[in-house]
């Protein structure tokens, strides 16, 4: 995995990685993620969420 994120920060200039992690992951595995792709060259890591209604559908709760 780290070889593949190298390859692809490379290149780029904004060094971003967008996450979106299955809620189904332990978090532990998702930081090991997160500290590979650092590894890699990422400089920025977003998360990427689920609308609200999509969270309610799968068992979240709404925010008011």
């Known amino acids: 995995?780290?070889?593949?994120?190298?390859g692809m920060f490379g290149n780029r200039e904004d060094k971003i990685l967008y996450l979106k992690a299955d809620n189904q992951l332990k978090y532990g595995r998702i930081?090991?993620?997160?500290?590979?792709?650092?590894?890699?060259?990422?400089?920025?890591?977003?998360?990427?969420?689920?609308?609200?209604?999509?969270?309610k559908h799968l068992g979240g709760e709404e925010e008011e």
């Open 31 to 55: 930081q090991e993620g997160i500290e590979i792709a650092r590894k890699a060259g990422a400089r920025v890591v977003a998360s990427i969420t689920e609308p609200a209604a999509a969270q």
């Open 1 to 6: 995995l780290e070889d593949q994120l190298r």
